[in-house]
């Protein structure tokens, strides 16, 4: 485990380290993606803001409502000075401040496609600060299985001098093959807003999964807080998920390679649907559609 990063004379903490460059990279993807749909203006920066400060806020405060016995739960001044600094209330809050942002300055544009390719590829780097100062996870016997010092916090493998689940390598190599698959998918998804949505349900999926790896505590159900908190959010993707996809927002990524090269024409509603000429690419993905079903 690396606690601290040198630079010269200039000694960082390596954990805050990852993240601030976490950051520094989601911006600049952000802003590059921006510029490649011709919407580099005011109010999607304004929307980034409020993104910033949101993630600050709901990270900080993450461990707020903790436990369901409020006696047990840090005042609102120790939860910001002693948090946790959950991920997951961090994307929480940066979702709310964007929303927050956009209706205080009246921007009705969607700004999630902007976002998720940002978040992913900002996430993958600032999990590297959590990889080498935190708690790896769950012992294991997998031949990748990791070992780490008696010294860090909140381990007890680590003081068992166990090999255990580098959960957070996980995470890393997630976050950047989702970041690649964002990169693929945006030029096949032209519904506004679709490509956040399918990133969300991605990390929502995986997370709760990789929880089972994590060394977090297990609260109820041998399930932890994590997982209990994206359990209502996993519902409702699902719904959104089976919304999407029956009215056709995802026909061009299930129909691989059959469209390829197609052109399209407006649909009155603003979709993207085949022209004459593509019939058969569209009843193969109606086809597959009524088979799922």
């Not at 010269?8 to 601030?20: S, W």
């Not at 381990?155 to 698959?181: D, K, N, R, W």
């Not at 998804?189 to 990133?199: I, K, Q």
């Not at 996809?245 to 129909?255: K, T």
Request: glycine letters at 12%.
């Amino acid at each position: 485990m690396i606690s601290e990063l040198r630079f010269g004379a200039l000694t960082v903490p390596a954990h805050d380290f990852f993240v601030a460059l976490g950051v520094i990279v989601a911006s600049v993807v952000f802003v590059l993606e921006a510029r490649r749909r011709g919407a580099l203006r005011e109010e999607p920066l304004f929307a980034v803001a409020g993104a910033l400060v949101g993630g600050a806020i709901g990270m900080r405060l993450s461990g707020w409502a903790e436990h369901l016995n409020p006696a047990l739960n840090p005042t609102l001044l120790e939860a910001w000075m002693f948090g946790s600094r959950s991920v997951l209330g961090g994307l929480t809050g940066a979702y709310v401040g964007v929303l927050i942002a956009k209706r205080l300055i009246g921007y009705r544009e969607k700004t999630g496609d902007l976002f998720a390719p940002a978040v992913a590829l900002g996430m993958a780097v600032g999990r590297i600060g959590c990889f080498l100062t935190e708690a790896p996870g769950r012992p294991t016997d997998l031949p990748w299985g990791i070992r780490a010092p008696a010294s860090v916090p909140e381990c007890p493998g680590c003081l068992a001098g166990q090999t255990m689940h580098p959960s957070f390598l996980y995470e890393i190599v997630f976050q950047f093959a989702v970041f690649a698959a964002l990169l693929w998918a945006r030029g096949r998804v032209n519904r506004p807003g679709e490509l956040f949505t399918l990133y969300v349900a991605a990390y929502a999926g995986f997370r709760f999964l990789v929880e089972f790896t994590r060394a977090n505590e297990t609260v109820w159900l041998d399930l932890t807080r994590p997982q209990w908190f994206l359990l209502p959010g996993l519902a409702l993707v699902a719904i959104r998920l089976r919304y999407g996809y029956r009215s056709g927002f995802y026909d061009r990524l299930l129909a691989i390679g059959s469209g390829a090269g197609k052109r399209s024409r407006p649909h009155s509603d603003g979709d993207a649907f085949p022209e004459d000429g593509a019939d058969d690419s569209a009843d193969d993905s109606a086809t597959l559609r009524q088979e799922i079903r």
